[in-house]
């Protein structure tokens, strides 16, 4: 494609959303997902912090390899968050913790009510019945409200192609697993069974029963069954949330309620970097090419 063309593509693409002509993704704000979804629920109090699901998930979505082997424990020196080279992570917290640190999984939590599906104008999102929240990448036009929307700051931006923009995120093995009945590979994988998969309400009933069996081991509430409308993702836990990376500030509102408003002031900004961003690096590519190319000609000439 000419830049000329994209650019333009681009520029048009701003001010129609500018204008107002959004479609039904905006209209899905009030979906509250599929009763019969599935989902997994996170004990962080088995997790030791293996990475095996970080590794299994690598393995399953054909990931590049790590710029640090799975074995190597130095990468909890600092939190970290999915990206779209990493699927899910494992984040270490509470390292001076009585009995040793607490390990807690990052990846797309599968919200009820997706704010990346209800803030992206071009449906480049689906919430299936599964309980998968799924992305199609052949319609992204990388406005990355997405990424603005996620109250977990999860999709990730892969900027290696900035003509072909790809959001990448954890799918739950949809395509390979999730909808012919089987369980996403980091479940599976897991030797201290600290995923459990299964139906999302009734994994909120064997999350409550464990609370209810271990009142001393963990703390009176289950992450995800309510919070921003729900997710299919669920955790439990020993220590506070808020102590191991969690944001307990997050109402039990969808979190698209609270930013659709500011995301319809600023599509077109949000619209205009991308291209701003891809035409730079056109620019700068065609540059670095028409300098060789001078070079080579200055050489024949002499």
């Known amino acids: ?41 996170v004990d962080t109090t088995r997790c030791i912090g293996c990475r095996s699901c970080e590794a299994a998930c690598n393995k399953e979505q054909n990931l590049p390899e790590p710029d640090t082997s799975f074995d190597d424990k130095s990468v909890f020196e600092e939190p970290r968050r999915p990206t779209a080279k990493a699927y899910t992570v494992v984040n270490q917290y509470e390292k001076q913790k009585p009995g040793g640190p607490v390990y807690r999984k990052v990846q797309c939590n599968h919200c009820n009510e997706p704010a990346c599906l209800t803030s992206c104008f071009v449906n480049a999102y689906t919430k299936t019945k599964e309980g998968a929240v799924i992305y199609n990448s052949k319609v992204c036009v990388g406005c990355r409200n ?38 996403p590979a980091c479940v599976e994988i897991c030797p201290q069974e600290a995923l459990t998969f299964g139906h999302r309400a009734d994994l909120i009933k064997v999350a409550h029963e464990r609370i209810r069996s271990n009142p001393d081991r963990y703390v009176d509430h289950v992450y995800g069954e309510k919070e921003v409308g729900g997710t299919s993702w669920l955790y439990l836990s020993g220590t506070e949330f808020d102590k191991i990376g969690f944001d307990p500030s997050l109402s039990n509102d969808p979190i698209i309620s609270n930013v659709k408003d500011f995301l319809g002031m600023v599509p077109m900004v949000l619209s205009i970097w991308p291209a701003l961003f891809s035409g730079i690096h056109l ?11 001078d070079t080579e000609s200055k050489e024949e000439d002499r």
Not at 150 to 169: A, L
């Open 1 to 41: 494609m000419k830049r000329r063309n994209f650019l333009k593509a681009c520029l048009i693409g701003g001010t129609t959303i500018a204008m107002g002509k959004t479609n039904k993704g905006w209209a899905s704000g009030s979906f509250e997902g599929y009763p019969e979804s599935m989902g997994v629920l």
């Open 146 to 183: 997405c990424m603005i929307a996620c109250p977990f700051n999860v999709p990730g931006y892969d900027y290696e192609s900035v003509t072909n923009p790809v959001i990448k995120k954890c799918i739950l093995c949809y395509d390979t697993r999730l909808k012919v009945g089987k369980p």
């Open 283 to 293: 620019l700068s590519k065609h540059d670095a090419g028409s300098e060789g190319h």
